[in-house]
């Protein structure tokens, strides 16, 4: 897969967990999340990770006010993108320049006179 769409998958699992809040627990959802998983994505979790990395990521809290807020899938898509893309950030401001370049050509290009040189 490419950058992109790794990137798509991780925000559909953030979307399907959304969903799932309605009638599941965090834990619930992220073990219904991981059953799901095949292909590279599942050597990845079985693996590559080793016991103490899926325990964290299938285990972790945010304590705000003495109030404890599961962050499982949040930490888990952090993870896929991490190990299979790296640095987001690099990602990121690539879209960020493509999306500039495009917002610019689609000015140039509802101009009645785009045809003519600039």
């Given amino acids: 897969m ?3 769409q790794i990137l798509r998958k ?4 953030t ?15 992220i073990k219904l999340i991981v059953a799901g998983f ?4 599942k050597g990845w ?13 299938t285990t972790c809290v945010k304590t705000e006010d003495n109030t404890q807020i599961p962050l499982m899938v949040e930490t888990l898509v952090t993870a896929i993108i991490h190990n299979f893309i790296g640095d ?10 493509l999306l500039h370049n ?11 006179d785009c045809r003519e040189p600039y």
């Fill in 10 to 13: 991780t925000h559909e699992l």
């Fill in 2 to 4: 490419t950058d992109h």
């Fill in 102 to 112: 495009l917002k610019f050509m689609s000015m140039v290009l509802t101009r009645e």
């Fill in 88 to 97: 987001p950030k690099n990602f990121y401001e690539r879209t960020s320049m």
């Fill in 15 to 29: 979307m399907v967990a959304s969903a799932y809040r309605i009638k599941h627990s965090e834990e619930q959802i």
């Fill in 45 to 57: 979790w079985d693996n590559y990770l080793n016991s103490e990395n899926r325990m964290y990521i």
């Fill in 38 to 41: 095949t292909g590279i994505l």
